[in-house]
């Protein structure tokens, strides 16, 4: 791959993660405050395991 391929992937892949500041200057605005927002996703996080229990059961 060649240097500029490659910072082309990487630019991308920076714009799609939200732990980037490319993602959030990519979109013209600034990250949230991260009090609110990484409770809520927790919380359904922990939503979404308890969900997934019950698929793996349904799989036998």
């Known amino acids: 791959m060649t240097d ?3 910072a082309n992937a990487n630019n991308h892949s920076n714009q799609l993660n939200s732990n980037n500041h490319a993602y959030w200057s990519s979109r013209g ?3 949230p405050s991260s009090g609110g927002t ?3 996703s927790s919380q359904g996080s922990s939503q979404g395991s308890k969900g997934g229990g019950g698929a793996k059961g349904g799989k036998r």
């Open 38 to 40: 990484k409770s809520g």
């Open 4 to 6: 500029s391929t490659k």
């Open 29 to 31: 605005t600034s990250r």
